[in-house]
Each structure stands twice: as C-alpha cells, then as structure tokens.
C-alpha cells in the first residue's frame, strides 16, 4: 500500500487523551457513531470488537489520532499490528480544517468527530511505526528528561531542608546526577553505532548553537525529518507557526499556535539564546527585529523558527551549515 490513504471504505476519527480515547465512526453516509474507551491494552482490544460488531472491516478502515507525543503509541501500534491502516496527523491542520467549517463546540468527542472527517477529506500519509533503534533513542530520551525534572525537583527540595532530610535529598541528587550521565553516555553512544542517526546528527551538529542534546531530542521527537513534506509542516508540527486571531475588523497579535511538540519547543529554547550570540546568520536575524521593535520573547521565537528552516535545509541537502549561504525565508 503506498503512503497515501486515497480510498478507505470508512474513516474513524481517535481524540486521545492520557486516561481515555473518544471514538468518531464515519460512514459513507455521513452519519457516525460515537464511544468512549480507557486508553490500555483493554481499551484497545474493546474498541476492536466494537468496530467489528459496528460491521467495520479494519482492513479497509482508517484510524486518524493527532501527534499527542506518547498518549497515542499504544493505540496506534496496536492497531497496526493488528493490519489496521494508522494515520498521525498534525493537531494544526485539523484544527484550521475545522475553523473553515465554522466550528465552535470543543469537546473530546466533537474532536473526534472533526478528526474523522477531516482525514475523510483530506487523507493523510500512512503512519509507520518508528524502527527499533528510534525507539530505543526515543525511551533512553524520554528517561534523559524524566530524571532532569526530578534533578531540578531535589534541588528545590534541597534549599528548605536541613540535617537527615537534607543529607537524603544529597544522596538522591548524587545518584541523579550519576543516571543522568551514564543515559547522556549511552546516548550518544548509540547515535554514534546507528548510520542512520549518525549522519543525521553529524549535520545537525554544524549548526551553531545546536548541542549533543538539542539534537538527540531533535531525533528523537522528529527523526530525519521524512515525514514532512515541506518546512511550513515542520514548524506546525512544533507549534511555532502563527495563531490567526481575527474578529470583525479586529486583528490581534499572532502568537504561536503552541499546538504539537512541546519537548521539542523546550529544546529549541536554549539553542536559540546560544545561536543568538554565536550563530553570525542568526545573530544579525536577531538585531534586525530588535532594531524593528520585536520584544526579546518574539525574537528568541523567531531564532526557534529560523533554526528548524536550518535543520530542513541541511538534512534535506546532506549538507553542512554554511554561514555564507545566508539565511532564507
């Protein structure tokens, strides 16, 4: 089957949550039915037999659910396993699908709904599930930044403690400390033994700015950027695209739409500062909407955006940062 999804019998539209999944089924005759399951390995196998009991025939259906970083890896997966055809779409394009339509009502199972219909409309790229080596890089990640939090959390408890309980807190943050560098090390270690990683991060690691863990979580959360099929979803699939926010004859400011990875905007942050300073593309980027009166917020925004239109350029032309390419777009 090729990726893209051109006649389904029937379209199923997922909204996903951490505890639940609503469930959209679209007929060919325009009316649906709706129903709720625990997002586990029981919620799954449910909605399977509600579907076949509902007449479907999973292997001419499609399952549609947003990018909601890793409340749907388990439903899609299982459904894949199972032969049913996945679709992951970006949360931005349903959402501005659903804004030419008019709609108002936000809730889990109107989501659902729109999700169904919008793939119904618009079929989107068959999903594939990631490699074994992508997930290995995408859990000792996720693990990486798990005991970072927990890092930060001690610390805070470090400062109003005193005696036994901050002698404890002590021995925590050295055994963090320890587990964090040995995932840093493992890391690295296994994007260095992957070809089809290290290439990728080699590239990436021209950047200026862009560090060992800018870029592991860079590949993690994204890959090598195939699934994309042009900048613009990029930087809608991070959340840093602008937000139409217009009323009459009123039009506001457009802050980022914050819709898709946040993992991947916190990691970005940094690297924007860092570039700002010493990436010469980027630092004349950032005193020239200085000098047009952009606020330090907008401008650290606005590196975040140039540095993924840099990583789709360099990965799409296995091609090093050049400063004297400028900078386009």
């Known amino acids: 089957m090729s990726d893209e999804l051109t006649q389904p019998v029937t379209w199923v539209g997922v909204d996903i949550s951490k505890k639940k999944f609503d469930v959209f089924l679209e007929r060919a005759n325009g009316r649906g039915k709706s129903k709720v399951f625990s997002n586990n390995a029981a919620g799954v196998a449910q909605l399977l037999t509600w579907g076949q009991a509902q007449g479907l025939d999973w292997t001419r259906t499609g399952v549609c659910l947003?990018?909601?970083?890793?409340?749907?890896?388990?439903?899609?997966?299982?459904?894949?396993?199972?032969?049913?055809?996945?679709?992951?779409?970006?949360?931005?394009?349903i959402q501005a699908f659903a804004r030419t339509l008019g709609v108002r009502v936000k809730t889990d199972k109107a989501d659902a709904q729109w999700i169904a219909r919008y793939a119904k409309q618009h079929p989107p790229r068959r999903w594939q599930p990631p490699s074994a080596q992508e997930e290995r890089l995408q859990a000792l990640v996720g693990r990486l930044d798990d005991l970072i939090v927990m890092r930060t959390m001690e610390m805070a408890r470090a400062q109003q403690l005193t005696g036994e309980a901050l002698a404890s807190v002590t021995n925590i943050l050295k055994a963090l400390e320890e587990e964090i560098e040995r995932l840093r090390a493992a890391i690295c270690h296994h994007i260095d033994q992957d070809p089809t990683l290290r290439q990728p991060a080699q590239l990436l690691g021209s950047i200026p700015g862009m560090g060992q863990e800018t870029i592991s979580r860079v590949l993690a959360h994204l890959g090598t950027l195939t699934r994309f099929e042009n900048v613009r979803q990029l930087v809608a699939f991070v959340g840093l695209n602008p937000r139409v926010r217009q009323s009459g004859q009123w039009i506001g400011t457009?802050?980022?739409?914050?819709?898709?990875?946040?993992?991947?905007?916190?990691?970005?942050?940094?690297?924007?500062?860092?570039?700002?300073?010493?990436n010469p593309i980027l630092r004349d980027f950032a005193e020239r909407l200085a000098a047009n009166g952009k606020r330090p917020k907008q401008i650290v925004v606005a590196i975040m955006r140039k540095l993924l239109h840099m990583m789709w350029g360099i990965l799409k032309s296995g091609r090093p940062f050049d400063p004297a390419m400028g900078l386009q777009g």
């Open 66 to 93: 947003e990018a909601t970083g890793p409340y749907g890896t388990l439903l899609a997966r299982t459904l894949h396993e199972a032969g049913v055809v996945i679709a992951i779409e970006n949360p931005a394009r």
């Open 254 to 278: 457009s802050p980022i739409s914050k819709q898709g990875s946040s993992a991947i905007r916190r990691a970005l942050y940094m690297p924007a500062l860092v570039a700002k300073r010493y």
